[in-house]
């Protein structure tokens, strides 16, 4: 298995609601990331996890809270997003943080009502 | 100034055509070079990736490294249609997080 999957593909939420986004991969990698990429921007980091540690929170805002349950599992829960948070959400996963090669998910587009 | 930048296009071509795909980097302590290709609607996929000055070629997509005067190239060679994507040129900053340039999107036309 070669893949980063993530669900679900699409969502829509409320600003009042409270989702969560899953990313899963069985390539045994132990570095995984969250990005977000806004429609003709390139992919900006969120957060970094390094064997099931939080190492790298770019200054995220609180409505965004990851959750790395286990080595092959990484959530990233939402709650109160605000309009502007729509994108799409980029799962990645890598042998190890100095590993050049990412293999990114298909994403999830949120879209926040 | 940014550590990555990179011309966003449009590129439209004839199929067949040579494309080059250019971008600068500020930082002469960058070592590792990336292009991803990404599809509309899909996550960026690795394409190739160069460490230091030189070229690597891989069927019709060659990297290219000038570190004298910071400039990572992707030449496609033979452009098909199904080229048609965002290319998205990356390397890993001094703290390991690994950063983009714009990314440009290309369109090859029958």
């Known amino acids: 298995d070669t893949e980063v999957t993530q669900t679900p593909k699409h969502l829509v939420m409320g600003m009042t609601n409270k989702k969560s986004l899953k990313c899963e991969q069985h390539?045994?990698?132990?570095?995984m990331y969250w990005y977000k990429q806004k429609a003709k921007k390139p992919p900006e980091l969120m957060f970094v996890?390094?064997?099931?540690?939080?190492?790298i929170n770019e200054s995220v805002p609180s409505r965004f809270s990851p959750e790395c349950p286990n080595s092959s599992l990484l959530n990233l829960h939402l709650h109160a997003l605000q309009p502007e948070d729509s994108a799409l959400y980029l799962c990645?996963?890598?042998?190890?943080?100095?590993?050049?090669?990412?293999?990114f998910g298909s994403g999830t587009r949120l879209t926040v009502v | 100034q940014k550590e990555v930048e990179q011309d966003p296009g449009p590129l439209s071509v004839p199929e067949g055509a040579i494309v080059s795909l250019n971008c600068t980097y500020s930082?002469?302590?960058?070592?590792?070079f990336m292009w991803y290709r990404q599809y509309s609607r899909k996550g960026p996929e690795l394409l190739m990736y160069?460490?230091?000055?030189g070229n690597k070629e891989d069927g019709r997509f060659t990297a290219q490294v000038d570190k004298s005067s910071k400039y990572i190239s992707l030449f496609i060679r033979d452009s098909q249609p199904s080229d048609s994507a965002t290319y998205l040129c990356?390397?890993?900053?001094?703290?390991?997080?690994?950063?983009f340039g714009t990314g440009t999107r290309l369109q090859v036309f029958p």
């Open positions: 990645a996963s890598s042998q190890d943080r100095t590993d050049y090669g990412y293999t």
């Open positions: 390539m045994g990698h132990r570095a």
């Open positions: 996890y390094s064997y099931e540690k939080l190492s």
């Open positions: 930082n002469s302590a960058f070592q590792y």
């Open positions: 160069t460490y230091s000055s």
């Open positions: 990356a390397t890993f900053s001094n703290t390991d997080k690994l950063i």
